[in-house]
Nanobody, 128 residues
Framework: QVQLVESGGGLVQAGGSLRLSCAAS????????MGWFRQAPGKEREFVVA????????YYSDSVKGRFTISRDNAKNSVFLQMNSLKPEDTAVYYC?????????????????????WGQGTQVTVSS
């Protein structure tokens, strides 16, 4: 069983930066996939970025590519989301997600329903 706890959200002006953290309790094996999703009021949960802890490609949504970067710290059992050049449309609750088995199709990384574990979310608000 894995528990995920996000932190680092807040209020920032457009053009600013935030760094979200996702701390995992329980061991994250190399087969795990880690990702970030977000959900704005009245909208469906949206894929942001994901990667496999075993290595390989990192998948970004087109809306954040070039502005957001996912990283990890194995020693801290944590995953981070560095968000730069923030826009008002980035305003949402951001969720950390984990899946215990790797995906064998690239498009599966973007599907929220295929992830096993979720954090409680952290609010990010970008003012114009």
């Amino acid at each position: 069983q894995v528990q995920l706890v996000e932190s680092g959200g807040g209020l920032v002006q457009a053009g600013g930066s935030l760094r979200l953290s996702c701390a995992a309790s329980g061991r994250l094996f190399s087969t795990y996939v880690m990702g970030w999703f977000r959900q704005a009021p009245g909208k469906e949960r949206e894929f942001v970025v994901a990667f496999s802890l075993s290595g390989g490609s990192t998948y970004y949504s087109d809306s954040v590519k070039g502005r957001f970067t996912i990283s990890r710290d194995n020693a801290k059992n944590s995953v981070f989301l560095q968000m730069n050049s923030l826009k008002p449309e980035d305003t949402a609750v951001y969720y950390c997600a984990a899946r215990s088995r790797t995906f064998y199709r690239d498009d599966y990384y973007r599907r929220a329903e295929l992830y096993d574990y979720w954090g409680q979310g952290t609010q990010v608000t970008v003012s114009s």
